[in-house]
């Protein structure tokens, strides 16, 4: 491990932290000198927040979609699971099934544009993270990272509980008023629905409905029995294209200053009228491009082997041989090229 020398401390990385000691002249807030008069601290690898280390195994609340640890100057709404979200966050957030359409019809869109259009209608659902687990549970195959599931593409018949309706904000940042109605699944097809988990910003939950749609486009075109790391890596690509995608559309219309384009028409008359101006497609706040980018860096730097792995094996295979030639050799070999 090498040591840097930054200003009047040392910088270390751990398992992707930083880890720092600096003197305690420097400004760090309230973070506490340590018995040698130093300040000891963390720094989240992309927002560069710094906190104590303490706060890594105490209660401090840490939003579930940015990472960013709470503040004592700032409140996280707390979701009817447990999960915090900062406000940041909830400015873009989806928060029931039909303010998700407009954005499950754009995903489609994408998809269409690389000429894998789905041709199947297949219902999307915003659930809550019981539902999605009960869902899990119902499955019969599949593979998927339980402590981080935030979707989910079924196949079988089922019964799930979708959100009807956006919750309101009560006393004390708290979800109120959470309407659900079950929803029967028929296998019509060899999947039945995609699950999204509800409370996530828009960018987040795209990006988590672009790879459900390509686990949907697998089965749908003949491409059984793909080992993880091939079809977990491959659903993270069309994730990562299309943030990237969305990241280089909001800058270049935030650079132009143009208005809305047609396909962002539809979502503007469709959506909730909770979620404001900046989550719309077309024009991007500094904070939800920053945002784009944060959830790019957590598909680069993910260190498990099916979705970090599989994402960098298969996101290789497609810059050299495209897209198309790369799926031609996983549907023949059951790998990448």
Not at 208 to 234: S, V
Request: hydrophobic share 35%; aromatic share 8%.
């Amino acid at each position: 491990m090498s040591n840097k020398l930054v200003q009047l401390g040392w910088l270390f990385r751990v398992k992707g932290f930083q880890v720092g000691l600096v003197l305690g002249l420097l400004n760090f807030g309230q973070i506490p000198t340590n018995a040698d008069g130093l300040i000891e601290y963390r720094a989240h690898p992309f927002w560069m927040q710094k906190y104590c280390p303490s706060h890594e195994h105490d209660t401090t609340p840490r939003c579930c979609s940015c990472e960013r640890m709470e503040t004592r100057d700032t409140k996280y709404l707390v979701l009817d699971d447990g999960r915090k979200l900062c406000l940041e966050c909830l400015d873009s957030s989806i928060m029931d099934t039909n303010e998700c359409q407009p954005l499950y019809i754009e995903i489609r869109e994408f998809y269409e544009g690389l000429n894998m259009k789905v041709q199947q209608q297949i219902p999307m659902l915003l659930v809550e993270r019981q539902a999605l687990n009960e869902a899990m549970e119902g499955e019969k195959s599949g593979h998927h990272n339980f402590a981080e599931t935030r979707g989910l593409c079924l196949s079988e018949e089922q019964t799930v509980r979708t959100i009807l309706r956006r919750p309101r904000i009560g006393v004390g940042y708290r979800i109120m008023d959470m309407i659900t109605e079950p929803y029967r699944l028929y296998r019509r097809c060899e999947v039945t629905a995609i699950l999204v988990l509800f409370g996530l910003p828009r960018l987040l939950t795209g990006s988590i409905l672009a790879h459900e749609m390509m686990h949907a486009w697998l089965r749908l075109n003949g491409y059984p029995n793909l080992k993880p790391e091939i079809e977990e890596g491959i659903c993270q690509v069309l994730a990562h294209m299309w943030l990237e995608s969305e990241i280089m559309a909001g800058s270049t219309s935030s650079s132009s200053n143009t208005s809305t384009s047609p396909s962002t028409s539809s979502l503007d008359s469709g959506s909730s009228s909770s979620t404001n101006n900046s989550s719309k497609k077309g024009k991007r706040s500094q904070f939800e491009r920053k945002l784009g980018e944060f959830f790019i860096h957590q598909i680069e730097s993910d260190s498990s082997v099916a979705y970090g792995k599989g994402f960098r094996t298969g996101n290789q295979a497609v810059i050299k041989y495209g897209l198309r030639r790369t799926l031609d050799h996983m549907q023949l070999t059951g790998t990448f090229p």
